[in-house]
């Protein structure tokens, strides 16, 4: 048995913002699985900031994307088809052949996860990659203290939530985010819990972070850089830490990126600033689950979803993610 799949391919590299015309929707015919495979229903699939620069063509953590070739990202379906016995027909699981409907899986690349424990997006988001970077980033890279004041960029996305409601859980004095509309700042500080937030469209964030942090900050979790990240470092305390996970105001540049221009802090104040991969901390996830597992289902954190319908709205999806459209992770419901 074949199944016809559409995917999403990549067939121009952007320069600058991404256009609708630098994609293709293409109709494909799959086989049946061969030995070891299953195919997989796409039920959700991910699109997230890191997928921009694997439209570049240029060397980092993660190869650019090939072009007229189907695009990867997270996603989480149901196997409707099976060659390997250990994963039969109807289970759910958590693998990389997003951007596309059905997808044909080696089963080692195939996780199993049980939606019994929680809605099946979750391993996208909360109890997913997603999770794991805000916890590893948080707990292990800027080793986060009972006590310490935290500021979050980019607090209302689907990383930037968790690291805010994390620290609270875990003891943080203060929790301080930025995000891009007032509607994100009231969310930030009434359901999730922040202390303080900001709209960085109201000033320079380094008098706005001060404001919000007339004590310093201890801990920095960086997922936008630029102006965000010289702020922090003016802000930060004798030696504070610095969780860099992304930088998402240079994603779309097409000019050299300026970097922070008070670097010298680093030395006085003894300060630490660390870029990290979730992958890197892939053996934190069972402990991460342990934790993070139970507050999720017992209302201690919400995990806040922006979904769009439908594998053929992906694209838009995946800009408006970039203009900051979303409200914590941004799904697509294939």
Request: charged share 15%; aromatic share 8%.
């Amino acid at each position: 048995m074949t199944y016809t799949s559409k995917e999403w391919h990549l067939v121009r590299r952007p320069e600058g913002w991404p256009v609708p015309e630098d994609f293709a929707l293409v109709t494909v015919e799959l086989p049946a699985p061969g030995a070891g495979q299953i195919v997989v229903r796409n039920s959700f699939v991910s699109v997230d900031p890191y997928m921009r620069g694997r439209m570049n063509d240029v060397p980092s953590y993660a190869p650019p994307y090939v072009l007229g070739e189907p695009m990867l990202g997270g996603a989480v379906g149901e196997v409707v088809a099976s060659a390997n016995p250990e994963i039969p027909v109807g289970t759910t699981v958590l693998h990389g052949l997003g951007w596309r409907e059905y997808a044909l899986v080696d089963a080692g690349q195939a996780r199993v996860v049980d939606p019994a424990l929680a809605p099946v997006s979750a391993y996208l988001g909360a109890l997913g990659m997603t999770g794991l970077t805000a916890y590893a980033g948080l707990l292990s890279v800027a080793g986060m203290k009972p006590g310490d004041t935290v500021f979050v960029s980019g607090a209302a996305g689907a990383v930037g939530q968790m690291v805010g409601q994390i620290a609270k859980l875990r003891g943080a004095s203060r929790v301080i985010g930025s995000a891009g509309s007032p509607e994100k700042v009231a969310h930030l500080t009434g359901k999730l819990g922040f202390d303080a937030a900001f709209d960085y469209h109201d000033g320079p964030v380094a008098k706005l972070l001060a404001e919000a942090a007339p004590q310093g900050v201890d801990v920095y979790f960086d997922n936008v850089g630029g102006e965000h990240l010289e702020a922090a470092i003016g802000a930060m305390n004798l030696h504070a830490r610095a969780a860099i996970c992304g930088a998402i105001a240079q994603y779309n540049s097409t000019e050299t990126p300026t970097g922070p221009r008070n670097m010298a802090y680093l030395i006085g104040k003894r300060l630490r600033l660390e870029g990290f991969l979730v992958g890197d901390h892939a053996g934190l996830m069972p402990q991460f689950l342990a934790e993070v597992g139970p507050w999720l289902r017992d209302g201690k954190i919400l995990a806040e979803e922006t979904v769009t319908d439908g594998v053929d709205n992906a694209v838009e999806a995946f800009l408006g993610m970039l203009r900051g459209q979303n409200l914590g992770k941004m799904l697509v419901r294939v």
